[in-house]
């Protein structure tokens, strides 16, 4: 009788239950990495087309660079900043983002995986659903942002005048991670939305895409309010201009205190742990599509 009352109605879809995964951030890790290369090896199948996707990658990132290169060519400066130190600023933004989508980029595809009942599978497999989430798809063409904004990173902090010493070296390493996080964290709030309104995939681009495009050029342009809610409010403002002030030693245009830019890690902290809070939420409201 108990079993009976306690039984869930029969026309109310309910989410599938998942064993979670045995093992540590180690393990984690490793099925992250040999689901990823699993696809690469099924892509890697066919190389003309891998081929011709990479490139196409690779010329868009060039072409977002040359776009940077011509403000800068006919503004002369923005805010102050040369078209040498605007480059820099864009490639911090172009590497974070560029790192986060080839970690995460499949993360922005949830709706679609709840449309087609791909995500319920997911639930039933012993691995964490956002590991097999985030390498659905995974292909080495993700490189094709990283890479050149890597290499115009290199060139940007050869021809800026910076002051180098070994703790500003290793600064620069863990501002670099700090963007990546921050830039993940950024896209899994985004794939969350998903989660209650299926067809969200154009509004969180907006936020993901539309955030690098933002984050690519001084952001002091936009004017002070619009500084302040990137920087309070949604933490875009730590990817590519609080570390470009740190690594230029220059003041904040906008009047901001200088300590923020020290703040990159602990903001990266802070939003992976909510966003993996509104995932966690986020799984435990979700219904099955029942189908």
Known sequence: MADTLSAPHPGTPRAPRFRKPIGGVGRTLGTYVLLAWTWCRAIAQYPMALTLFTTGVVLASLAEMGAVVVVFGHAGTLAGFSVYEGLLIYALAAFAFGGAQ?????????????????????????????????????????????????????????????????????????????????????????????????DAREA????????????????????????????????????????????LDRPDPVGLPEPLRYLGPLVAVALALFAALVWRFGLRHYRSTGS
């Not at 863990?174 to 309104?197: H, M, N, R």
């Not at 936020?207 to 875009?236: C, H, K, M, N, S």
């Open 204 to 247: 969180a681009n907006s936020v993901t895409y539309g955030g690098q495009a933002f984050t690519e050029y001084p952001i002091a342009v936009y004017g002070r309010d619009l500084v302040r809610v990137v920087t309070f409010v949604v933490p875009l403002a730590f990817v590519s201009w609080q570390p470009a002030l740190y690594l």
């Open 102 to 198: 080839f970690l995460m980029g499949a993360v922005d595809r949830l709706g679609e995986q709840i449309r087609t009942g791909s995500f319920d599978t997911m639930l039933v497999r012993p691995v964490s659903p956002l590991i097999q989430l985030a390498t659905d798809q995974f292909s080495p063409r993700r490189l094709g942002r990283v890479v050149p904004a890597l290499i115009v990173l290199v060139y940007a902090l050869v021809k800026c005048d910076i002051d180098w010493t070994p703790g500003r070296a290793l600064m620069l390493v863990v501002l670099l991670v700090s963007g990546v996080v921050i830039c993940s964290s950024v896209w899994l709030l985004a794939g969350c939305l998903q989660f209650f309104v299926a």
